[in-house]
């Protein structure tokens, strides 16, 4: 005998969870025209390496619905932690970050 749950793309419901996107960029504090050239962006699991032709954009995927801890890091860089609330099927901009210069100059 086979059993399956009809409609349902994972019949075992095992690691299946309602998910969301977030987007944003990175940018110096001082300056919101220049974006941070490398990043590393993490939301639970779900990290991302940003380069220089990213421009400090970056979009994270498939991340769990509801309230999230959003940490940032580079280097040269004041580390950046954050709330943010990701909703189902839907895509939360967290908008430009300013990351401070731990040398108080633009690097």
Known sequence: MLLGAKGC???NGQGVTDTGDVV????EANDPTLP???AVVAIGLRTIRLGPADKGAFRLLAVPTG??????????YQSYTAQVVVHKDQTSDVG???LASLTG???
């Open 67 to 76: 309230t999230q801890t959003m940490q940032i890091s580079s280097p040269g």
């Open 96 to 98: 430009p970050i300013g």
């Open 9 to 11: 793309d994972n019949p």
């Open 36 to 38: 941070i050239p490398t």
């Open 105 to 107: 100059v633009p690097n």
């Open 24 to 27: 944003g960029r990175i940018v």
